[in-house]
């Protein structure tokens, strides 16, 4: 298995800032991900983060407004730019070891924007 | 889109009994996986069938697959109170990318 952790774990942030989160596994995963869940809602995939270039998004999300990074096989980021009330959820990396097809999760982060 | 759709969306149980969630989904998969989250948190992954599989066990938890009627099932035998969670299914399909359904929010009372 692999253990994912995420920094920060929450945050309340104010309209108009972004915020950058961090996504750590303890083991070489080919896949990452990065998913939003809204309140009281399941989870929809923002991007799969590819190591040494540009994340691969799903349609309605957008580089600009959601820059990834994932500089190397154990390490990403994602930040949420220009935010607004709608963008209160939490965001979750996760990562998939190879051969595995199983993906775990980081704990989340959550995020409220006033 | 969402292509996973659990039912029930709430369940709520007496401890010792059985929970049963089903899961449907629209297109063809390579597998299914099912997840809990308790309150709001990180997923944590129960099991994961194959396309090819029927049946699958771990532990108290039992799901199958009936791909012909795209469609799964997970069920909790003598559930226990820290069994109260939120359960999710969620199908991938080639893409290494999953989808999940919207969760059923499962209570068991002491």
């Known amino acids: 298995s692999a253990v994912i952790s995420q920094k920060p774990s929450r945050d309340i942030c104010q309209r108009g800032t972004s915020l950058t989160i961090q996504c750590q596994v303890d083991s070489q995963v080919t896949m990452m991900f990065w998913y939003r869940q809204q309140p009281g809602q399941s989870l929809t995939l923002i991007a799969t983060a590819n190591q040494g270039s540009e994340a691969t998004y799903e349609s309605g999300f957008v580089i600009d407004k959601f820059p990834i990074s994932r500089p190397n096989l154990t390490f990403s980021t994602l930040t949420v730019s220009n935010m607004s009330p709608e963008d209160s959820s939490i965001y979750l990396c996760?990562?998939?070891?190879?051969?595995?097809?199983?993906?775990?999760f980081g704990p989340g982060t959550r995020l409220t924007v006033l | 889109s969402q292509q996973g759709e659990e039912d029930p969306q709430a369940l709520s149980i007496q401890e010792g009994e059985n929970a049963t969630m089903n899961c449907s989904y629209k297109?063809?998969?390579?597998?299914l996986q099912w997840y809990r989250q308790n309150s709001g948190r990180g997923l944590v992954h129960l099991i994961l069938i194959r396309s090819n599989e029927r049946e699958k066990h771990s532990g108290r938890l039992r799901v199958t697959l009936d791909t012909s009627k795209k469609s799964s099932s997970l069920l909790i035998t003598a559930s226990r109170a820290a069994d109260t969670a939120s359960y999710f299914c969620?199908?991938?399909?080639?893409?290494?990318?999953?989808?999940f359904g919207k969760g059923t929010k499962l209570t068991v009372n002491p």
């Open positions: 969620a199908t991938e399909g080639g893409s290494e990318k999953l989808v």
């Open positions: 996760s990562g998939e070891l190879g051969g595995t097809d199983t993906q775990y």
């Open positions: 297109t063809s998969i390579n597998n």
